[in-house]
Structure formats: C-alpha cells, structure tokens
C-alpha cells in the first residue's frame, strides 16, 4: 500500500516518462550531433531537450518541489520533495545505437531515494518503484534473487574506466571472486538487479542522478542500495555505490571494497 501522495507522484514521474520516451524514441531514429562536457562525457542535444521538458512539466505542477538534473543543475534542492533526473542514461550506448539507453526519473523526500523510473523505449521496458515498498518492470510485480555467496554471484559494472586506480584495486577484489562479470549495461543492470537477473552492482564515478532512480526501485523489490562505505545514498553522496539482492552479499562486497 501506498499513500495518496506517493501514488500521486509516482503516477506523474511516469508521466514524465512517457514524455521522455516520445523524445527520445524521435531522436533515435534522427542522425546525432554529439557534444562532449568538461568531465569528457558524450552529450546531445537530446539530453538538454529531455531535461528542459521534464523541468518545465515539474515546474508548472509542482512549483514548490526541487530539481537536481545532469545537464541543468539544482534548483531549491533543500526542498521536501526533489526531482532528480538524468534525462538520457547511456548518453554514449545511444550514439552507438546499443538499446541500454533510457531516462531515469527518481524522486527524494528528506534527501533520500523514495520514487524511481528507468524507462528505456529501445527495448519497450520500464521499471517504476517506491523505496521499501514495491518494484515492477512492465506493470509487473518483481523482487531480487537471494545469493548470499559472492562465489555464485553475477556481478555488473556500467564502466571499470570510471573508476580511479585505488577504486579500480577494489573492484578487482570483487570481480576476482564473483561468478561472472557484466559490463556495459549502463542503468539497465541496475533494472535487471531488481527482477532477480543479476545479483550485485559494483560502480564509480556516478552521480545522483545515476542512482537515485534505480535505488528507489531496488530498495522496492528488496534490495539494497548505498555507498562502497555502507552509508545510505542521500543527494550529497559519493560517486561510489553498491547495490544487491541479498543483505549477506551486500555485506562481503562493502569488506571488499573497503
């Protein structure tokens, strides 16, 4: 069960989805004019175009609430309620026309994850949850898998060349143990997390606006989500974050990486 609020807001996070995805499903199919930021990050001029839409849909509804997004900054970020939005997750996979690309639309309250949608139009999929609560991908009820042993575990990781030298010697403790290792995934890993297909999420170099989204719904289906040092995720966090199925696994990864 949700309260009234919640629901309100989840069902207009998806709305900003559905607006996202018209977006960008247009500029898929559009030749790209690609940009590159000061972090050495690919950005398109879709990116701007998402942001700038979904900031004016908050905006106009819900004026009191704040927004933290990656191509426009914060605005009132010390507000109840804030908006985080990376409007084009997988800016590089959609250059390349590799279908890991999507919007993630995350909610705060009180600076913690609470609402989450990772919409990805290439492969028709999304995934809406609220922290603790509930998770679905499809309008479908999903949950993590139990796996408590790091030697049985499919591991993720958006991008190793994120990861600075010492963040690097961690990671490699992980990798070293784990079953398998998937890279490339972008935000969709953190989505496949959440419906039980992998096991552990190991990655540097984000921002909030990378995570805030999927956090919410991994806390929904049952999982855990929080920095490489076991602190909660708040929107002053790291670029370091943890996530897993199972709270034994999550354990042995923070030692790890520690």
């Known amino acids: 069960m949700t309260d009234a609020l919640t629901s309100e807001l989840t069902r207009f996070a998806e709305h900003l989805a559905d607006e996202a995805r018209l977006l960008l499903a247009r500029a898929a199919a559009e030749p790209t004019s690609v940009g590159v930021k000061a972090d050495n990050s690919f950005v398109t001029a879709t990116d701007r175009a998402i942001e700038a839409r979904l900031r004016e849909l908050i905006g106009a509804a819900h004026p009191d609430h704040g927004i933290v997004g990656e191509e426009y900054g914060s605005s009132n970020a010390d507000a109840e309620v804030v ?10 996979p959609f250059i390349a026309g590799i279908p890991v690309y999507g919007t993630l639309i995350g909610v705060s309250r009180h600076g913690r994850p609470w ?23 499809n309008g479908a009820k999903v949950a993590v898998r139990r796996c408590a042993d790091l030697s049985s575990a499919l591991l993720t990781c958006s991008n190793p060349d994120f990861f600075g030298p010492a963040d690097h010697a961690a990671l490699t403790r992980v990798r070293e143990r784990a079953r398998y290792t998937l890279y490339g995934g972008s935000s969709f890993a953190f989505g496949a997390l959440a419906s039980g297909r992998t096991d552990l ?3 540097s170099g984000l921002k909030v606006y990378d995570v805030f989204a999927p956090a919410a719904v991994i806390s929904g289906a049952g999982g ?3 920095e490489w040092s076991g602190a909660e995720l708040t929107l002053a966090s790291g670029t370091r974050v943890v996530a897993a199925g199972d709270p034994e696994l999550h354990a042995t990864a923070l030692a790890l990486l520690a």
């Open 115 to 137: 609402i989450g949608v990772l919409d990805y139009p290439a492969t028709d999929d999304r995934w809406v949850g609220v922290s603790g609560t509930f998770a679905e991908r």
């Open 83 to 92: 908006w985080v939005l990376d409007p084009l997750d997988g800016t590089a």
């Open 201 to 203: 999420a190991v990655d």
């Open 224 to 226: 855990v989500v929080t």
